[in-house]
């Protein structure tokens, strides 16, 4: 069983798949590891750490050669997976809705493919869940970036000269990250508010110390879809939303944005004309930039001033914390192949209710549901 | 009474000497306000703003005109400096020791150039310190660009993945800026542990909950100068701190240092072997950077990498949150005017502690007894 990892490729990326830590534990199951040469120096993880942990270190064509599993953060270019043994797998946050040509292309290279982001979200796959535990520390990353950018001080502030006044911060969207954004901002002392799709989301955002801001009035606003992911909202309730958001919005210094729907563009949540309305210097962090934007103007990747409003439109935020989210990352891939590890065969043999969730392609062909449609 | 307020040319001067709440505040007192066009742009404030507040808006040759006093954040450019009154004031943070040339030429321009860094550290001017307001918010700044540049997160994390574990942060020196750097890196979650080379700051840090790193065993270390400021340390301590930072530093994943004495080079504390000693992926930030820097090889508005540790030479950190500092560089200088502020004469009039602190050139001349010295 040789477990090959690689170094990422794509512009940005700065994430590994395995650490050290993860190399050790899979060696402990019996595996044989292959860290490609350089993967882990942007997460500060040199190649010698590796090699203390008991991985070989070498090119990617040495890592790859007669590899069963290849574990990467983001889907490598087809072109450059060769060698491998017969069927390997290849577990990696695929996104296979926006890739879905690689998923072809690892399908005809007889790869099985796993996509961690389809990984179900149900109480045994907590701890192998990537887009949790990447989405808490991009939560606390995007307030960060929001303070850092902020022309004032977030916590109130008594000083000789005058008291500078606590910042006020809306986070829009409290799924796992926006739960961690909220912890965050009243950790820096912030006045902090926050809505959802999901009035289920109320209590705990009372129980982190925020106020809930609530369109309390509109019927069939409630959307919980599968998997416990925000579903697509009705035309009332988007409605009813702006308008709330009109009023609330106007008085935020900051706003945090992370509303997203699977496979779907994100939801629109803030109009050019409500940015218009926020007062000049306020800063908005839109988490869903990727996805199309939660804020009308917003960049992926890019800083604008829309209306004297500083707009970030946030673009692989968990690449900003490389050291934390490759540690987290990598525990989620080896919580999910431990989990399944059999002794007697030396590797790991899923089972159907997450194997068949996470499987894009098997036996040179698309496989997954979500995919298939 | 007319008070001019510039707009700053400097690079990277964000900040205002006026906001509209000061120009109210000098108008109820009878003064005329004229504020430079753009004056606010980068602090958020607009020209309208200035305005409504009952000030004038013109060129930088119209609001000098018969100016009796003239606000700025840095010392402006002698130059520029045409049509104000005889014996008019100028009123900024003047860099006495780093810009010695111009305070001659605002002698000869017949100016009565004030420094407001040279305000005496009593209590009655506490509320007029530029040094403090300016040091408060720059101290809460670091901590956000370490806290921004680390590639971890500051908190103790309890996920579903695992534990991502606290920061620990050093702070060095604690004056306004390390307290208040102290009080953030608490608030974000890290854990604190802070040194001086003042015994009596270990009460502070203690109150603020964070551990108090001091060589108690040499002697003659006690360096508290004239005005609160902490003077030049003896050789014997500077050995002894280096032994006492090799040890604890190498422990640490963010230092923020702090370490400013006036008129002189910031003394060196981290040398470019501690930085070796520490874990790759650390960052430091060097808030002495403009004066010399506390750390080995830190480049003011630079950062750089340095055995693998962020070296973030900090430069004119106040300017980064223009509309916090603004209001309070602002209020010192109405704290200072209106507290000598004569009604009779229709301005202010200095006493001998304060004014002959503050006042480097009057009568053509430089008058100041620490520049003559």
């Known amino acids: 069983m040789r477990i090959a990892v690689l170094k990422e490729l794509a512009s940005g990326e700065t994430r590994v798949a395995a650490t050290p830590e993860t190399v050790k534990k899979f060696i402990g199951l019996g595996a044989e590891l292959a860290v490609e040469k350089g993967a882990g120096e942007t997460a500060s993880i040199a190649d010698a750490d590796y090699a203390a942990a008991g991985a070989s270190v070498g090119s990617r064509a040495e890592v790859l050669k007669g590899a069963n599993i290849i574990l990467a953060i983001q889907g490598p270019d087809p072109a450059g997976l ?16 926006g890739e879905r040509a690689r998923v072809d292309a690892y399908a005809k290279l007889g790869l099985e493919a796993l996509a961690m982001e389809f990984m179900p979200r149900i109480t045994r796959a907590q701890s192998m869940d990537i887009l949790s535990s990447q989405a808490n ?3 606390y990353k995007a307030v960060l970036m929001a303070a850092n950018a902020y022309g004032r001080a977030f916590p109130m502030m008594m000083t000789a000269a005058g008291t500078v006044s606590a910042a006020k911060a809306f986070v829009m969207g409290v799924g796992v990250a926006g739960l961690q954004a909220i912890a965050t901002a009243r950790r820096l002392g912030a ?5 959802d799709v999901r009035a289920a989301t109320k209590e ?58 699977p496979g779907r563009p994100a939801p629109r949540l803030i109009s050019d004309a409500q ?23 917003s960049v992926s990747g890019e ?8 707009v970030i439109g946030a673009s692989n935020i968990a690449a900003l914390m490389p050291a ?11 919580n999910f192949l431990s989990a399944f590890w059999d002794k007697d065969a030396g590797k790991p043999v899923l089972d159907e209710e ?19 449609g």
């Open 137 to 139: 520390l991009a939560g």
């Open 324 to 334: 934390d989210t490759s540690a987290l990352f990598s525990r989620n891939l080896f």
């Open 303 to 310: 800083a604008k001033k829309i209306h004297g409003v500083t």
């Open 204 to 261: 705990q955002i009372l129980s982190l110390g925020a106020k809930p801001i609530f369109v309390e009035t509109v019927a069939g606003i409630e959307g919980e879809g599968a998997g416990g992911y925000a579903t697509e909202m009705s035309d009332e309730y988007k409605a009813a939303q702006a308008e709330l958001v009109s009023s609330h919005i106007a008085k935020q210094d900051i706003v945090i944005t992370t509303a997203l729907i």
């Open 354 to 372: 997450i194997g068949n969730a996470v499987r894009l392609t098997q036996g040179g062909k698309v496989v997954n549901e979500r995919l298939l």
């Open 275 to 297: 940015l218009a309305s926020m007062r000049s210097g306020s800063v908005i962090v839109d988490m869903a930039a990727e996805s199309g934007g939660n804020v009308e103007g």
């Open 191 to 195: 006045q902090v508010s926050a809505t």
């Open 82 to 97: 060769k060698g491998f043994a017969d069927g390997a797998w290849l577990a990696a946050g695929l996104n296979p809705f």
